[in-house]
């Protein structure tokens, strides 16, 4: 993920940053609920006949889904091309596949349904068919915007956890390069449109469940944790942290439950659609962490922030101290009295690693894979961002990844 400061502006003010301006805009509309995928046929009717068809490993044939989507697309009178086989981690070489069958069908709309890897890929293909530059070198590597017309994108969401479906945002890995890199566009990128069914997801092995369910903490974590302001993100944030530890914990139990997953699945797209992010400088280091262990070891991404998350919070808590504590006492409800500061933001890590257990999430890197010999290239494919509590050195990303082993 990439920092956007074109939309916010900050000013100095005694050494700290303070809040200054910002825009906020999501065009995104979003069905949801049990009988949202009705409305599909409905939004066809505002493109044109080819449609490019995105989808995974083919778990949408095995519940019907796949089926629901061709049967409404046929009566909707459109040409279907597919791209199947999308990968959780979706590399350049699968981009760069897709861009070539969309360019040879002339597509209209791509239409992705499945979890964020899918539709993170749709909105790299959106951006690349018309460009005439390698799209890996000018949006992974230069980071630039895009000039050229984008292919509008519709997503079919059948896994919760990136938020993809609301936002400008994806993710490409390159195994040549050992890179996995983030990209978030404007809002011109965005979804035109997205179906959630909660009933879609629950089909979904638990342990993809609960990568997403910490995928979706942690999008709220990097942006909680900047600032040292009072702002209201903050409270949004706390609430959405709270009613996801409470609904986490009855799919726990009771993976079927439809309120559960529902409240999931909500607090999943406002937890990374731009929102809770507004007048925060963002620290999104966790990922640029985790990523680099998905360029190695092609783990699961919810588990590689889970592995690499409380090593880094506990390194950098000293330089935010006081918003460690805020999170200790309003998300984990930690007690203060008799307590140091330091004493109370502990124990509300503690408390988080504790519910991360509870999920069953993986704590470590070396349980994906991570090699002592890996080190010194996860550190050199680790990107560096501003915006936290602090900058980063190589050196302490090595601390960092040494404390996540």
Not at 140 to 152: A, L, N, T
Not at 248 to 273: C, F, G, H, K, V
Request: proline share 3%.
């Amino acid at each position: 993920m990439s920092i956007d400061e074109s939309l916010i502006k900050f000013k100095k003010k005694e050494g700290e940053i303070i809040l200054g301006n910002f825009t906020y805009c999501n065009p995104t509309k979003l069905y949801f609920g049990d009988q949202s995928l009705h409305n599909l046929s409905t939004e066809l009717e505002n493109y044109g006949s080819n449609i490019l068809l995105v989808y995974g490993g083919g778990s949408i044939k095995k519940n019907g889904i796949y089926d629901e989507v061709i049967n409404i697309l046929k009566d909707s009178g459109k040409n279907i091309a597919e791209i199947p086989g999308v990968m959780p981690n979706p590399t350049i070489e699968k981009l760069r596949e897709g861009v070539a069958i969309a360019r040879d069908h002339k597509v209209d709309l791509i239409l992705a349904v499945g979890g964020g890897s899918v539709c993170d890929y749709a909105k790299a293909v959106s951006v690349s068919i018309h460009c005439d530059e390698d799209p890996w070198d000018k949006y992974f590597i230069r980071f630039e915007d895009v000039s050229c017309e984008i292919v509008p994108v519709e997503c079919v969401l059948t896994m919760v956890g990136t938020g993809s479906e609301m936002n400008g945002g994806t993710i490409i890995t390159n195994h040549e390069q050992k890179l996995k890199i983030g990209h978030v566009f404007g809002e011109n990128v965005n979804p035109k449109f997205s179906i959630l069914n909660p009933n879609y997801t629950l089909t979904l092995p638990k342990t993809q469940m609960m990568a997403g369910f910490y995928d979706i903490m942690n999008h709220i974590c990097e942006q909680y944790f900047s600032g040292a302001d009072d702002n209201t993100s903050d409270y949004i944030s706390e609430g959405l942290m709270k009613s996801l530890i409470h609904s986490s914990r009855i799919a726990i139990q009771d993976p079927n439950n439809y309120e559960a997953r529902s409240n999931i699945m909500w607090t999943s797209t406002w937890a990374l659609n731009t929102l809770v992010a507004k007048g925060k400088s963002t620290d999104w280091m966790v990922h640029m962490l985790g990523q680099a262990v998905g360029a190695y070891t092609d783990a699961t991404h919810g588990m590689t922030l889970s592995a690499v998350s409380l090593a880094y919070y506990r390194y950098i808590m000293p330089y935010g101290l006081d918003k460690f504590v805020r999170f200790a006492t309003n998300v984990w409800d930690v007690k203060v009295e008799g307590k140091t500061k330091e004493q109370v933001a502990a124990e509300g890590l503690n408390a988080m690693e504790n519910w991360m257990k509870e999920l069953g999430l993986v704590m470590n890197i070396t349980d994906l894979g991570v090699t002592d010999e890996m080190l010194e290239g996860l550190v050199h494919s680790t990107i560096i961002l501003p915006g936290g509590y602090k900058t980063l050195t190589p050196e302490e990303i090595s601390t960092i990844f040494k404390e996540s082993m």
